[in-house]
């Protein structure tokens, strides 16, 4: 069975793929699916019928206990024939319905197919979860297909308001679901359920939400109206999913649960008010509208109705007429929609009105139309009719489980009014769609369409009528005389159908029959057939007293005030809580951890306060120029200045790191703060020396109040929290650990790369993602900007000089230039400009404006640079052992390519370090992460470190542990990380300034 | 288990560091967010510091016995921390600058979207022009379903 569902998901999958090379053709390929499920339940058939059907479970997430449990019982066959039978003749069906330009086919067939198979799994399933995705992927699929025609607002407005009322009522289910699930001694699974019903308050209530899903999904009042609406949906999705298939979903669980549910009061009442009731005003309605498919959809909301007013009630009978009820609605509904659907392609229009002759133009069709709808009204000897007959037979013999007997005659009487309007709107059925008119409607046909466009309002001419292919004609004629067939061998559906009835334990078994003798059925049906013909043909005065009695039933109004005032609810939530403003965001934000934390600390017991003075009086010193730096961080209006504190309280940090026993802290923070101050000037410079004004003094008293609040709170955390420890740090071992396994003495650092080392992987990708950042919003349209290049020709080298805006052209420039190429005679360098090598301090010195050129810098960045670049590597290689490792290594490279940068601008940089920023990034993430695998090759876990120890001659013993592959991609990653910032918070805005100072110069 | 009774002047240095960091980040210009970021930043890794217990010799074995290591646990929590606040600073910056170009200035605007919602929420307007449950119109979907009609192939053709 589970080869079913997936043959079904891989045709879904393929199916545009095929359509792509077929066009609608491809229907034929994807009626493979259906077909598949057909024949396996034929196949299937001897197995069901001795009891002993096929079932499979197949663990899923056996931690939660969740299975692939399939079964098929008589009910389950049942619903699988009908749902695969079905489908197979719409699938050929929409083969020739569709034009072949029509939009979407690929998708539409994929999605059908889809929709083919989660019907499917829903019949199949043992597992009430497994019942529920299948459940409410037939909800998705429906959405789709009635939403196909996507640039339609009708089908948007359609589509959404059937998934809302579906999804809503779908998720009451699984309340339900969940309930039985926990109370049910066999779990989820419903063969279990079933043979051991649980009972209590509870299961009452998981009852009730069962009901609710079921009566969304088979469009029971008030939820009745997503169903007409869905008939925006192409014909064949209404044949299919509003008329044999989804709808039955709800019947099917009504079907499947009553066995066990009939005991309840609640669920007969509930059978009883909303199904009768969707039984009467479903008729009701049906017999006002002018649209052929309107008038079915009204219908099928009807027969809806009646069949799980019949199928809940609980009783044999009543259940063996339910399920034959729903193989002849399935067969006639299914007939009737594709009817309509032949007529629609052969005249151009659905509306009863204007429809006239088609029984002589196209007698097929009209016989197809015709014995449909005479199994609908329950003419003998259709199936329909063998199916009420039982019905009232039963109730009439058993009466309502657990009920008095006037509950009895209330539903014979529902059924009977009801099967009366079945009647009548299903004669003005086939009145509507085929017979010849010569008088002008009740109603007219309105001049205008819904978008105020003219609408034709003239009968159709029989020379307009077009002549449909077997291929459309044929798949509703063999519904339809299935019906009939069917019908005549009652005996034979009641064998084959008998052991769903026998799972109820209430009444006596029923019986399928032609002639059941004069009883009061007989009579009932002669009252039904005759009243119904009477509302027929006095349809004038019916549609008169329509049109007169205001439409005061909606509950689809109702659904919509509703969905406006949540939209409303929705927007003045958003608006309260988005004011869109960072500050108060952020304040709500502290406010938030004031209330819980600062409350929290409140009730701090005494004991956890203690303090001492300090670890060491050096710490003292620090905080001495903290605490004037980040007053006067706060206080600054220049923005230069406000960077300098800063980086003063960061330095005193770097103290405070040292003195506490972290060397690595202080290194990596003393390097970071001073990339951090590089890359802040580099953007500064090109923003507004001072902020901007401040605002009101009141906001700037109410900000200091709340960060001083939050500070208090910070160092009320800072005392308690080392207080109220009670347990010994879980790096107790570490140090012995990192040396054993990791094989370095560095514990931080070994804990970076080995012990924590998914941590650093998460954040060096983080890195990575910030790097990436930063270059997309200073390059916008390119990964990173170009590398300056020496080798580029030396005319756009001379044409941009780097950094030569900013400076007037005039005598002081002049002047500066003058004195500049007096340094270049007197340090004997006058050959810098001239290209000779070997008398550069460094390589792209020439490309620098010349008031801009700094000899001395040029010196001591080429006496550092390779200095810098060897530390670094000593920092890398010996971080294992001692402080330093691949960030600290990073950084220092980064420095020396700033100090490059700095001397000799982005050509230098580019010399310096002539690669794209981006490689290093993903080159530094793959050795950290990917070689991280090496670990599982192995046989360990994945980042585990391997050590392999060899003597080579010479050298002496060598240790080589793969963290080192580790270190080094952090070191990339870094590297790659300030040359990402350099490249485009330097060099590219660099150009920014370059450009901008021409174009002044120009004006 | 290691003493961990805090060190009143790190404690002082935590508040130092909240007090001017929120101060700032509750500001509008970008620069200074950005300053008030890294102010607080520095306080948390000082709390984390804290939290790791008394100050001891560098964790590293062979030049610190076991027992007077600094707990490394709070370090290289401390070390991701740091490394992570340079790549925000960066990225901030780099939204500075662009918010330069774009507008001239780095003040961080209200959202002109949310201040679009907010009047639409007081009038109970719809907030999506057209959307599929906003309108409440007399006609209902089915009536409106009753005029659609499908790509059909006219039957003509075989």
């Known amino acids: 069975m589970l080869q079913l569902l997936i043959f079904h998901a891989v045709l879904a999958v393929i199916a545009p793929l095929i359509v792509h090379r077929f066009g609608r053709q491809a229907f034929l390929v994807a009626a493979l699916a259906p077909a598949s499920a057909f024949v396996y339940a034929l196949w299937s058939t001897p197995a069901v019928l001795a009891g002993n059907g096929p079932q499979s479970v197949i663990p899923w997430v056996p931690a939660l206990g969740l299975e692939i449990a399939l079964r098929m019982d008589t009910l389950s066959w049942l619903m699988l024939l009908i749902v695969s039978g079905v489908g197979v003749g719409v699938f050929i069906y929409c083969s020739a319905y569709f034009s072949r330009d029509a939009s979407g086919l690929s998708r539409f067939t994929g999605v059908l197919t889809g929709f083919a198979g989660s019907m499917v799994g829903l019949v199949l399933a043992d597992d009430l979860m497994l019942l529920f995705i299948f459940w409410e992927l037939t909800t998705v699929f429906s959405y789709v297909l009635i939403g196909h025609y996507f640039d339609r607002k009708t089908s948007r407005r359609a589509a959404m308001q059937a998934i809302m009322v579906t999804t809503a009522g779908g998720l009451t289910m699984l309340v339900g679901i969940v309930i039985l699930g926990v109370m049910s001694p066999g779990g989820f699974r ?39 609406g869905a008939m925006a949906a192409p014909t064949p999705v209404s044949a299919y999913l509003h008329a044999a298939a989804m709808v039955k979903a709800g ?29 009467l005003l479903g008729g009701y309605r049906a017999l006002r509208q002018h649209d052929l498919k309107l008038v079915l959809a009204y219908g099928t909301v009807s027969q809806l109705g009646l069949i799980i007013l019949i199928t809940g009630l609980g009783t044999q009978a009543a259940a063996l007429a339910g399920v034959t009820m729903i193989l002849g609605h399935a067969l006639f509904k299914a007939a009737l929609f594709l009817t309509i659907g032949v007529i629609d392609a052969a005249t151009g229009t659905r509306d009863l009105r204007r429809l006239s002759g088609l029984g002589r133009a196209m007698p097929t069709v009209a016989v197809t139309g015709a014995l449909a709808t005479a199994s609908m009204i329950g003419f003998p000897p259709f199936l329909g009719y063998v199916a009420k007959e039982a019905a009232l037979e039963g109730l009439v013999h058993d009466g309502v489980p657990g009920q008095p007997s006037w509950v009895a005659i209330l539903v014979i009487a529902l059924i009977t009014c009801g099967s009366i309007l079945t009647v009548a709107y299903g004669a003005r059925f086939v009145w509507g769609a085929f017979a010849t008119k010569t008088r002008q409607s009740v109603i007219p046909i309105p001049a205008t369409t819904a978008d105020g466009s003219p609408a034709v309002t003239s009968l159709v001419r029989s020379e307009d009528i077009t002549h449909p292919t077997w291929t459309l004609k044929a798949p509703g004629l063999v519904l339809a005389v299935l019906g009939l067939v069917v019908g005549v061998m009652p005996s034979a559906v009641e064998k084959y ?75 003045d939530i958003t608006a309260f809580t988005q004011r869109g403003s960072l500050p108060y965001y952020l304040s709500v934000i502290l406010l938030f951890m004031v209330l819980t934390v600062g409350s929290a600390l409140v009730f701090t017991q005494g004991d956890m306060v203690a303090i001492k003075l300090w670890d060491s009086p050096a710490q003292a010193l620090a905080v001495l120029v903290i605490i004037p730096a980040v007053i006067m961080v706060s206080r600054a209006r220049r923005r230069l200045k406000a960077i300098v504190l800063m980086g003063f309280a960061g330095y005193s940090v770097a103290a405070l790191f040292l003195l506490h026993g972290a060397p690595d802290l202080a290194l990596t923070q003393v390097l970071v703060e001073t990339v951090s101050i590089v890359v802040m000037v580099l953007v500064l410079r090109r923003l507004p020396p001072y902020f901007s004004d401040r605002p009101l003094k009141t906001s700037r008293f109410a900000r200091f109040a709340l960060a001083s609040v939050v500070g208090l709170i910070a160092m009320g955390l800072a005392v308690t929290i080392p207080n109220a420890r009670i347990h010994e740090s879980v790096t107790v071992d570490y140090p012995q650990e990192a040396y054993e396994f990791g094989g370095g003495k560095n514990v931080v650092n070994v804990a970076l790369v080995d012990m924590r080392a998914w941590d650093t992987v998460g954040e060096i990708t983080v890195l990575l993602v910030a790097a990436t950042g930063v270059a997309s919003l200073i390059f916008l349209s390119r990964r990173s900007g170009d590398i300056y290049r020496l080798n580029q020709s030396p005319e756009v080298i001379e044409s941009q000089q780097v950094w030569s805006s900013g400076s007037v052209p005039g005598p002081a420039a002049h002047a500066a230039q003058e004195s500049f190429s007096e340094l270049v005679t007197t340090t004997g360098a006058t050959q810098l400009r001239s290209g000779a090598r070997f008398r550069k301090w460094i390589r792209a010195g020439q490309t620098l404006a010349p008031q801009r050129r700094s000899i001395i810098f040029e010196v001591v960045a080429r006496l550092l640079f390779h200095s810098m670049i060897i530390f670094a590597l000593f920092l890398l290689f010996s971080g294992h052992n001692a402080p330093g490792g691949g960030f600290a290594a990073g950084l220092v490279v980064g420095i020396a390519l700033i100090v490059r940068y700095l001397a000799g601008g982005r050509y230098e940089l580019g010399e310096a370090a002539p690669v794209n920023a981006g490689v290093l990034l993903g080159l530094g993430l793959f050795l950290s992460a990917g070689v991280g695998l090496l670990g599982i090759v192995l046989g360990g876990e994945v980042l585990q470190s391997v050590i392999i120890e060899f003597t080579v001659p010479i050298l002496g013993d060598i240790k080589f542990i793969s963290t080192l592959f580790f270190d080094i991609g952090v070191f990339l990653l870094v590297i790659g990380l300030v040359l990402d910032v350099l490249r485009s918070l330097g060099a590219e805005i660099d150009t920014h300034i370059d450009s901008l100072g021409e174009e002044g110069a120009r004006r | 288990m290691i003493d961990t009774t805090p060190s009143l002047m790190l404690v002082i ?61 709070a370090q290289f929590m401390i070390l991701t921390a740091i ?19 774009m507008l001239g200035h780095d003040e961080v605007q209200d959202d002109l979207e949310d201040r679009r919602i907010a009047r639409l929420a007081a009038r109970n307007a719809p907030t999506v022009e057209g959307s599929d449950t906003s309108d409440v119109t007399d006609i209902s979907v089915d009536d409106e379903a009753s005029a659609a009609r499908d790509d059909i192939a006219d039957g003509r053709t075989p």
């Open chain 1, 190 to 228: 419903i063969s279990a359920l079933l043979a051991d019903p649980p009972s209590g308050g509870l299961i009452t209530a998981a009852a009730v939400c069962l009901f609710v899903g079921a009566a969304s999904k088979s469009a029971l009042i008030p939820t009745h109206f997503w169903l007409p």
């Open chain 1, 251 to 279: 019947v099917y669980l009504i079907a499947r649960f009553t066995p066990i549910f009939s005991t309840l009061t609640v669920w007969t009442w509930l059978v009883i008010v909303l199904g009768g009731g969707t039984l």
């Open chain 1, 497 to 571: 159908l008998a052991s769903y009835a026998a799972t109820s334990s209430v009444g006596d078994p029923g019986h399928l029959t032609l002639w059941a003798g004069f009883g009061i059925p007989f009579w009932l049906t002669l009252t039904i057939l005759g009243l119904g013909a009477g509302l027929f043909f006095a349809r004038r005065t019916v549609e008169s007293f329509q049109a007169a009695v205001p439409n005061a039933q909606d509950t689809e109004r109702a659904y919509r005030r509703f969905m406006r005032g949540l939209d409303n609810l929705a927007a």
């Open chain 2, 13 to 73: 240095a935590v508040g130092a560091f909240f007090i001017s960091g929120v101060y700032l980040v509750l500001e509008r210009t970008l620069t200074r967010v950005l300053l008030g970021v890294i102010l607080i930043s520095n306080g948390v890794n000082l709390l984390l510091l804290i939290s790791g217990g008394r100050a001891g010799g560098a964790p590293i074995v062979g030049v610190t016995p076991d027992e007077d290591m600094a707990d490394p646990l």
């Open chain 2, 83 to 101: 490394v992570i606040t340079f790549g925000l600073t960066a990225f901030i910056l780099a939204m500075a600058y662009r918010s330069w170009q």
